[in-house]
């Protein structure tokens, strides 16, 4: 692969885009989903730290790489990633590949963009009121907002937030050293 030119950019070039995604995507669905959907497959290619990195050869490099080692690098993150969609992966937060979601996975990552404006999002912004919505009606409320969270971390640091609002509404005006010492209950666990 030494001997192969580094790929510099694909810049005005839609042939080169086009056989570089299907390459990738060939691959995403040859190794990733259909080999890491099978249980006849390891879940993992298990090395341990040292020794991955050394297969990996994960230096910066100053220059580019060609094509053929980019869609090598693929092959090989894949094949010693855990493959999540296995069906013997267990996890108590994730597991499974859904392929409808897979492809708006695309779609999204394909476009690019952040949801914060309409202007930037047109279509993401609506159909996240549209999600809303729904939410609100399957808990009965009329109206009201809402906030998807990408993740339990983050989604228990607005939970906080939001019960100590609900305790202390003036906390903002007055700050925490005004209120009470406040108490928050977990679990061992």
């Not at 597991?95 to 404006?117: F, K, V």
């Not at 939410?135 to 409320?141: C, I, Q, S």
């Amino acid at each position: 692969m030494a001997d192969s030119k580094p790929l510099r950019t694909l810049d005005g070039d839609p042939v080169a885009v086009e056989a570089l995604l299907q390459d990738v995507f060939g691959i995403v669905v040859d190794e990733a989903i259909l080999k890491g959907t099978s249980a006849s497959e390891k879940v993992c290619e298990w090395k341990e730290p040292e020794e991955l990195k050394q297969l990996l050869d994960l230096e910066l490099q100053s220059q580019g790489e060609s094509r053929e080692q980019i869609l090598e690098r693929c092959r090989t993150v894949i094949h010693y990633s855990v493959k999540t969609g296995h069906p013997r992966f267990f996890n108590q937060l994730f597991s499974g590949l859904d392929p409808h979601a897979l492809a708006g996975r695309i779609i999204t990552e394909s476009l690019n963009t952040s949801q914060y404006t309409y202007e930037i999002a047109p279509v993401f912004v609506l159909m996240e009121e549209e999600v809303l919505k729904k939410l609100r009606a399957l808990v009965g409320w009329n109206s009201g907002d809402g906030v998807f969270c990408p993740g339990g971390s983050i989604s228990n640091m607005y939970a906080m937030n939001l019960a100590r609002f609900q305790r202390y509404p003036d906390c903002k005006q007055r700050g925490l050293r005004a209120l009470p010492p406040l108490a928050l209950f977990t679990s061992k666990e």
